[in-house]
């Protein structure tokens, strides 16, 4: 198996580690309640931007690029833009029932993207021998309602509040509106 690697999959792999290392830092806040490592969590998702960036230049740079390559970047993705976002989430206070339910769509949404991307990409590659541009957002794009999430548990303002019946955090809403825009066949976004 080991022969079946390439450069560029050992920062796929940095990437997918980044996302897990976040995840056991939300854990670790909700046993201590020490705030630095929900802070730390929310850090390492944008390292595993970094890394995720990384892959694929290094793989275009080599020509390394294999559909092993493209199917370990989706699951590291999954683990560090989906997983990873939610669980921090979760660990800052989203948890009502409602929270719980919008979180498990954003990472379903998550999910679906890249399994789509990965069963397209030799369609949408067929003319120009390169994918020119993304159906609906990509999951790095998680980062946003992350980083807004962080900023009202920095300013100790997430509370909750009764929306059609259901009680959960507003700032959950743009994880709801982040996996919809994951999802979108219409919404087309140029690829760098």
């Not at 929900?38 to 080599?62: H, K, N």
């Not at 009680?167 to 509106?177: I, P, R, S």
Request: charged share 15%; glycine share 8%; proline share 5%.
């Amino acid at each position: 198996m080991l022969r079946d690697f390439h450069l560029a999959d050992l920062f796929t792999f940095a990437n997918g580690f980044c996302g897990v290392a976040a995840l056991f830092a939300a854990m670790r806040f909700l046993s201590t309640r020490d705030r630095r490592y929900l802070y730390g969590a929310t850090l390492l998702v944008p390292l595993a931007l970094v890394f995720d960036v990384l892959d694929g230049r290094v793989a275009r740079w080599r020509h390394g690029g294999s559909p092993m390559g493209r199917e370990l970047d989706s699951l590291a993705d999954v683990i560090s833009f989906g997983v990873a976002p939610a669980a921090i989430a979760f660990a800052a206070g989203l948890d009502r029932a409602a929270d719980q339910a919008i979180l498990m769509y954003f990472v379903g949404c998550g999910v679906s993207r890249l399994a789509r991307y990965n069963v397209t990409a030799a369609d949408l590659s067929r003319e120009t021998g390169k994918v020119t541009y993304f159906e609906g957002t990509p999951i790095p794009t998680s980062i946003v309602p992350l980083g807004v999430l962080m900023l009202a548990f920095h300013y100790r303002s997430l509370y909750p509040v009764r929306v059609l019946g259901l009680e959960l955090h507003l700032v959950t809403l743009l994880f709801l509106l982040s996996g919809s825009l994951m999802i979108s066949k219409t919404l087309r976004i140029p690829k760098p």
